[in-house]
């Protein structure tokens, strides 16, 4: 099956009750038995759904995939592959990443004796040097979010093998339209499915997707045993969500393009991040592991002021100023006080989350609306 076909159809059957051709939300937490232990495949809603299944099997099958795991939000979902871990274990991680995913690893994680080593990757060669017997895991998010670096999969995932690591990428930006981590070699590919999955921004939730059985064994105990599960009425959003994902991610590359040309062209801007450009510094990496080039862009302006940003994003119309990204609509944010808020000043600076820094996630709309949009936000 191709992508565009698995998207409606991937991993799904006709509710086995009634024929009903879309998902049935199963609103309930428990399932009668007939004699202890005797029952129809579900005994409990923390540990399976039928609505939950479908949504975890169509995971699997967008992301090429043997074995999906929905949670309750994307840091939930990332937080049982840190489980995987035991204290004294240490990570090799993207310096440029979620906020979010910096704060759980950093404040949390941390504390309970892992080692997480965050480092430019934009180079995989660099990993080398932090790699001894306790690393257990490389964590990759490209593109990075907000500096839009990328990061060759490949490369990180021949590391990766030839050390006996685990390597898992945070696809969320990329989305599996774009970008397949697990046909590069990655061992566990996670979404914030709250950003393009769910597509909509009506639903917090996170996935994993992976092809080792074992590995997926461990996910499942963990997921039961922790508990971070997303309900029914959700999955059943975000697998109609993933219907379309074909249809807007190919809207949202194209206004993306459009928005990242009339940035660069712009003369109040100073530097514009985005992988589609000849002269990002990664650029044939990302046409070579990407299908195209995403929605989402950072820039800055010229003078590199805080003042200015602010009063940009506040002019926004079209654009509303909000955290999170990936839905139909455009969002702008500014990632130092927003969304990359947790990362120290000066660690965040070091990557480029400068704060003059604006990021957008270029939504579906009209071209010409959005592009109005920022000319008079930036007049
Ligand atoms: O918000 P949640 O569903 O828990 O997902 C966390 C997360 C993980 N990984 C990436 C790359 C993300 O961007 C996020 C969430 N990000 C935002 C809310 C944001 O505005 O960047």
Not at 299 to 313: C, P
């Amino acid at each position: 099956m191709k992508f565009n076909t698995k998207v409606i159809h991937g991993g799904q059957e006709h509710d086995k009750a009634y024929g009903a051709v879309m998902p049935p939300i199963y609103q309930t937490t428990t399932y009668a038995q007939t004699t202890p232990g005797r029952h129809k495949g579900y005994e409990y809603s923390r540990t399976h759904n039928p609505t939950r299944n479908a949504l975890e099997n169509a995971f699997a099958s967008i992301e090429n995939g043997k074995f999906g795991l929905a949670f309750g939000s994307g840091l939930a979902a990332i937080d049982a592959v840190i489980k995987l871990l035991k204290p004294g274990d240490e990570v090799v991680s993207t310096n440029d990443l979620y906020g979010g995913s910096f704060r759980l690893f950093t404040k949390i994680y941390q504390d309970f004796g892992i080692k997480f080593h965050f480092i430019g990757m934009q180079n995989a060669s660099n990993i080398e040097a932090y790699v001894n017997k306790n690393t257990k895991l490389i964590w990759v998010e490209t593109p990075t979010n907000p500096m839009m670096n990328i990061i060759d999969i490949k490369a990180v995932s021949s590391i990766a093998k030839n050390n006996n690591i685990l390597l898992a990428v945070d696809n969320t930006f990329a989305t599996p339209y774009l970008q397949q981590p697990l046909n590069l070699g990655a061992d566990i590919v996670m979404h914030s499915a709250t950003k393009y999955l769910g597509g909509h921004s009506d639903v917090v939730m996170g996935a994993l997707t992976v092809n080792d059985k074992d590995l997926a064994d461990k996910l499942y105990f963990i997921q039961n045993a922790s508990g971070a599960i997303c309900g029914p009425q959700d999955s059943f959003l975000v697998l109609r969500g993933i219907k379309t994902l074909h249809v807007r991610m190919q809207r949202h590359c194209e206004n993306g393009t459009a928005v990242a040309e009339f940035l660069a062209n712009h003369p109040k801007i100073e530097n514009v991040y985005w992988p589609g450009f000849k002269s990002h510094p990664n650029h044939e990496i990302a046409k070579s592991q990407m299908s195209d080039f995403g929605g989402m862009i950072s820039f800055t302006t010229k003078g590199n002021n805080y003042e200015d940003a602010i009063k940009i994003v506040e002019k926004l119309n079209v654009f509303t100023l909000a955290e999170s990204l990936g839905g139909v609509e455009s969002l702008a944010g500014h990632p130092a006080s927003m969304t990359h808020g947790s990362i120290p000043k000066e660690e965040r600076e070091k990557t480029g989350v400068v704060d003059s820094l604006i990021r957008l996630s270029v939504g579906i709309e009209d071209i010409d609306d959005l592009i109005a949009d920022l000319e008079q936000a930036l007049n």
